[in-house]
């Protein structure tokens, strides 16, 4: 059974930054499709993959919309998957969903679902 949850959300002034981290088990990461991921929703609008990476490959993925300001690592010997988010604007404001997959391409890594942690940036 395969369990996800994220902690780390909150409240931050623009400019500022936040680093969410995910605990991920049941998935082992051997195979090149396993995957650990990163989604967002703001309110109205849809939900947005943000950062993937897969372990087995070393590859990560990147909306246009972080990038460069986004980091997304994995702690191997914990299992943990963590969103270092800098220079934060007040568009970031959204929900945050962890996510984790046996078979994910690129951004798609939407199998398994955290409960969601927020994140507000304020002007």
């Known amino acids: 059974q395969v369990h996800v949850r994220e902690s780390g959300g909150g409240s931050v002034q623009a400019g500022g930054s936040l680093r969410l981290s995910c605990e991920v088990s049941?998935?082992?990461?051997?195979?090149?499709?396993?995957?650990m991921g990163w989604f967002r929703q703001a309110p109205g609008k849809e939900r947005e993959g943000i950062a993937s990476i897969y372990p087995a490959r070393g590859r990560t993925y990147y909306a246009d919309s972080v990038t460069g300001r986004f980091t997304i690592a994995r702690d191997n010997a914990e299992n943990t998957v963590y969103l270092q988010m800098d220079s934060l604007i007040p568009e970031d404001t959204a929900m945050y969903y962890c996510?984790?997959?046996?078979?994910?391409?690129?951004?798609?890594?939407?199998?398994?679902w955290g409960q969601g942690t927020q994140v507000n940036v304020s002007s």
């Open positions: 996510t984790a997959g046996r078979i994910g391409n690129g951004l798609n890594c939407d199998r398994y």
């Open positions: 049941g998935i082992s990461h051997s195979t090149s499709a396993t995957c």
